[in-house]
């Protein structure tokens, strides 16, 4: 029961720390398979410890899938090609320019890390 908890608060971290829409999607998907696959393998290999290996697989495939997220979005980064991109925004507080993404309306810094919904 332990390995499901664990596999579960990866899961809620990686959503939490990862952008809105197909990026989420992405780090929620590779988050589990990751998880799986590294309880499989850890369990099956050296120690036998599937509860390290379901932590390990959950961060790597969190991360590849919100990179492969961003991807299928057009990238990471603010793109003016991007029709889902609108034009940009200066952060006066931050300093920093930003754009709202039109499909989940959440917004972005420049270089595509996420700033609020």
Known sequence: MAVIGRVFAIGVVAVSLAAC??????AVTGGAL??????IIGNN???GDAETGAI??????????AYAGCRHDGGCRWNESNRNH??????ERAR??????SRD????????EYRAC
């Open 105 to 112: 309306r959440c917004t972005y810094w420049r270089n595509g």
């Open 21 to 26: 829409g197909a990026t989420t999607q992405g």
């Open 56 to 65: 390990i697989g959950g961060v790597v495939g969190a991360a590849a899938g």
């Open 34 to 39: 990751g998880a799986a696959a590294g309880a």
């Open 96 to 101: 920093r320019e930003y754009y709202v993404d």
């Open 86 to 91: 609108s034009q940009l925004y200066y952060d």
């Open 45 to 47: 290999t050296g120690s």
